[in-house]
Structures are given as C-alpha cells and as structure tokens.
C-alpha cells in the first residue's frame, strides 16, 4: 500500500482538497491519502517549509509527500519530484522542501516537465489538481522519477535564519506560529545543552526555560523543548503570539540567568 502525504494551503472552506484527492484516487484507488495540514497561511512557503520538515520523518520509509503551497502558480516556476534516501517528495520548485532537505540524505531533484502524466487541459491556477497530484499518482504506481523529467540540479533553497551562537548565549528569531499560539524559533534544542542556557529574552521580556507547560502557572509563559526539536515560547493554557504580540521575524535570545 502506497502512503502520500498532502500539505497546502487550500484550507478547508474550498473544494480543493477534495478535488485533489480526486484526481490522486482516480488513478490509483489503493493509494492511502494522509493530510499533513491544509491549514498554512496562505501563500506561506517559509510555514509550509517548516511544517513539512518536522513531520516527514515520522512517516514509514518509501512515502510520498506532496506539498503545494504555491504562490507562483501559472508562473515560469518549476514543478519538483524530489527523491532522497527514504522518501519522495513533489512540490513547487519554491524553497517549500528546503527544512525536508537539510534533513535527509541522497537528495536527487528532477525538472517536472512530461506533459504525458498531466491531466489536461492544465489550468493557469490549479497545478495542484492539474500536475502534481496526476504525477503523484503515477509515481505511487511505480513510475520512475526520471520518466517525468530531466535531472534539476540546482533546486530553489530559502534563506534559512541560522542562529548566532555567541559566549553566553544564542541569538534567533520566531520562524513559526502553531495553532496554538507557540511561538517556534530557529534554535535546535541540542545548542541548549551544549551552551547550559535557561532563559529566553523576547520584547525585553525574561522568560524561564523550562520541562513543560504545566511548570507555570495557568496564563504565564515559558520556553521549553518543542515535539519539533526546536525551542518554544508558550503561555500555558493561553497564546503567547497574542500575549506577546509577537509575529515571524521577532528577534529572541536565549541566555544563562
């Protein structure tokens, strides 16, 4: 049984979910559809990049992935299919796979461009339903990548915001926001314990660095280890991007008392 996974930014009002489903069961009616999340921000390719890279790895070895979040739609932007050593991903060529990058091996990129796996007519707005779900499809029948294009060895990479790691503490910023309010920055937990750090610093604000929510009061935030493998910054019971009145991009540090 062949597992895809689908992430967008589709949201759940519209049709276009489903209408992608379609298209991939039309195919192939064994495929076993998991949804990642459609709820991105729209035309977020940074949040979709940051979704896709902390949930892939927990799907069995040989899945697909399927990731549109596409705000260059109808452009001159390429479609990817991505293999690496136990996964294959189709997305936008965009930078959407850029965390699923840096955390694989084997990373080979190939140029979807075989209009002969397309469903036609292609519209200008829905490559979704159009290409990458039909090419996703095909594949999980076992078409080899290779059969839908040429090899693209310059793939699109974003700018990732690399923490600065200073004497005695490490300087970052919020990269995303859950559904929950957790403020999500770009510090990997393990220069926690190489650098013995306790307190985060956001908007001048002194915040604990602690094991779980429960470790403060109701309405009072934290930081702690997140199930991604990077530093948060939570209010238990409560927001802390509405507490803080904090967006992506607000710079934090994290520190010894």
Known sequence: MSILAFLSDFGLKDPYVGIVKAVLLGINPSLHIVDITHQVAPQDVMGGAFVLGSAFRE???????LAIVDPGVGSKRTGLLATTKDYTFLAPDNGILTMAFRRSED???YS??????F???VSNTFHGRDIFAPVAAYLSLGIRPSSFGPVCPDPVWLTWPEPAVKDRCIEGEVIYIDGFGNLV???PADLISCHHLNRAYIKGIE?????????????????LIGSSGFIEIAVNQGSA???LVVDVGEPAVLSQT
């Open 185 to 187: 920055l770009n510090i």
């Open 112 to 117: 979807i461009e075989n209009s002969r796996y």
């Open 241 to 243: 991007a509405e507490l």
């Open 59 to 65: 799907f069995p070895e040989g899945s697909i992935f």
């Open 119 to 121: 469903r036609h007519p």
């Open 107 to 109: 990373v080979r990129c």
């Open 207 to 223: 915040i604990p660095l602690l094991r779980t929510y429960s470790d403060v009061e109701a309405g009072s935030p934290l930081a």
